[in-house]
């Protein structure tokens, strides 16, 4: 069980439902979305400057906790909560505690629909 909420250009969906599910059923998931996921993990205190993505990015929280801040708004997300950044969204990271955040990243890049139509003399 899971409440969606938009987010200036994110979307964060946090994680209601009883436990937290395990990383093979998150990753199902995402595949079920045509992503395919990675394990990353961060260290206490780390954190990334403001930046932004020629891709969307979604990372799902699996322990610990993250903030991420964009559109000077700052969300603290914990073990089953998902963030989908949007291609061009500026944001900044931080890992809050002295544990470190370990969650699943996935990237979704744009896809050209048409090829591009060469012409004669240009």
Not at 29 to 41: D, F, S, Y
Not at 52 to 62: K, M, N, Q
Request: glycine share 10%; hydrophobic share 35%.
């Amino acid at each position: 069980m899971c409440r969606k909420r938009q987010r200036r250009n994110m979307k964060i969906t946090r994680w209601e439902g009883n436990g937290i599910p395990d990383a093979e059923a998150l990753q199902a998931t995402l595949a079920g979305e045509g992503l395919r996921a990675r394990t990353w993990q961060d260290r206490p205190g780390s954190f990334y400057a403001e930046h932004r993505h020629r891709y969307d990015e979604i990372r799902w929280i699996l322990a610990g906790r993250l903030t991420i801040a964009a559109g000077g708004e700052e969300y603290v997300l914990s073990p089953g909560d998902r963030v989908e950044i949007p291609a061009g969204t500026r944001h900044h990271l931080r890992v809050p505690s002295d544990a470190p955040v370990v969650y699943l990243v996935a990237t979704r890049h744009a896809r050209v629909l048409e090829p591009p139509v060469a012409r004669d003399g240009e």
